[in-house]
């Protein structure tokens, strides 16, 4: 099972090539460089679902924060917190 995360843009690259574009993604704290090709349109403090380095679709805030939530509760119950 593979899984696709929701992550914050944080910064754009400057490459004017649509397929070549990548921003800096925030997951909770940890940052990657991500590729933005299949979401052109994404601006920074967007939340984008990434999946193996690919940035697959524009997520609502909402949505995302509350995905975030359920990997937050996720990881508490297996630490028996």
Same mark, same amino acid.
């Given at each position: 099972?593979?899984? $696709?995360?929701? +992550?914050?843009?944080?910064?754009?690259? @400057? &490459?004017? =090539?649509?397929?070549? #574009?990548? +921003? #800096?993604?925030?997951?909770? +704290?940890?940052?990657?460089?991500?590729?933005?090709? !299949?979401?052109?349109? $994404?601006?920074?403090? @967007? !939340?984008?679902?990434?999946? $193996? +380095?690919?940035?697959?679709?524009?997520? =609502?805030?909402?949505d995302?924060? &509350?995905?975030?939530?359920?990997?937050n @509760?996720?990881? $508490?119950f297996?630490?028996?917190?």
């Amino acid at each position: 099972m593979c899984l $696709a995360i929701p +992550g914050q843009i944080i910064s754009l690259s @400057d &490459d004017s =090539d649509p397929l070549s #574009r990548k +921003g #800096r993604v925030s997951f909770s +704290g940890i940052s990657k460089e991500i590729s933005l090709a !299949y979401v052109p349109e $994404a601006k920074i403090n @967007d !939340y984008v679902i990434v999946h $193996a +380095g690919f940035a697959l679709s524009i997520l =609502d805030e909402a949505d995302a924060l &509350d995905s975030l939530q359920a990997f937050n @509760d996720l990881s $508490a119950f297996e630490n028996g917190l």
